[in-house]
């Protein structure tokens, strides 16, 4: 069963929008054309309280992309975005949705992060997303969207440690940080996972 996982491709990663990607809204028509090439289709969207504790306006003192450390563990502290019910957490009005199978949220819990479409930063709650997708009989799975260092990597990550096969649909995702994303590649390359172009999948 080829599946596709369309990662976070929201207004708030937009030009234009508060945590921007650059160049994330190139990738839209390129998804909704490589979608008719699967089977199961689902998407993740970043869906925080107001209160959430990666924004770095919840820290008093603190700025965009500081880093601070949360029960032990590094947080990366981002402007504001994603906020459930906000238009920045709306899919891009182009994205075509037609032929979803389901979204899954992310990021709901206020006290913890949540980069990967499966778990939360700290590997302790499931969305649900990986016996969603053993049930369904998913094998091969392809990921795409927004961003391709963060969240679209770790989903890969965790994707390829649940004993999928994945691929990383390369044109159909755009990193933040456009000069770190070679070693990106280079660790999912070591990983195992294969980086291929929307027009190699048929
Ligand atoms: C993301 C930073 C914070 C992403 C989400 O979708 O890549 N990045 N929240
Ligand atoms: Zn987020």
Not at 3 to 20: C, E, H, K, R, Y
Not at 24 to 37: C, S, T
Not at 102 to 128: C, L, P, Q, V, W
Not at 184 to 194: P, R
Request: charged share 20%; aromatic share 12%; with cysteine.
């Amino acid at each position: 069963m080829k599946t596709l996982i369309i990662i976070d491709v929201q207004n708030d990663f937009m030009p234009g929008g508060s945590l921007a990607v650059p160049n994330g809204d190139k990738i839209v028509p390129i998804i909704n054309k490589v979608q008719d090439q699967f089977d199961l289709i689902v998407a993740s969207q970043d869906w925080h309280p107001r209160d959430h504790v990666s924004f770095a306006s919840n820290h008093p003192g603190r700025k965009p992309y500081d880093v601070i450390h949360i029960h032990g563990q590094p947080q990366t502290l981002w402007p504001d975005h994603c906020v459930q019910e906000t238009f920045g957490a709306q899919f891009h009005p182009e994205l075509n949705t037609e032929r979803w199978d389901a979204i899954f949220r992310k990021g709901t819990d206020r006290e913890i992060d949540s980069y990967s479409a499966f778990y939360d930063n700290g590997h302790m709650k499931s969305t649900g997303l990986a016996d969603y997708l053993k049930e369904k009989g998913a094998s091969q799975i392809f990921i795409c969207g927004l961003a391709a260092d963060i969240c679209v990597y770790y989903s890969l990550y965790d994707a390829f440690k649940e004993g999928f096969a994945c691929f990383f649909i390369e044109d159909a995702s755009q990193p933040l940080d456009v000069e770190g994303f070679q070693l990106i590649k280079d660790k999912m390359a070591y990983l195992g996972i294969q980086i291929i172009s929307s027009e190699d999948i048929h």
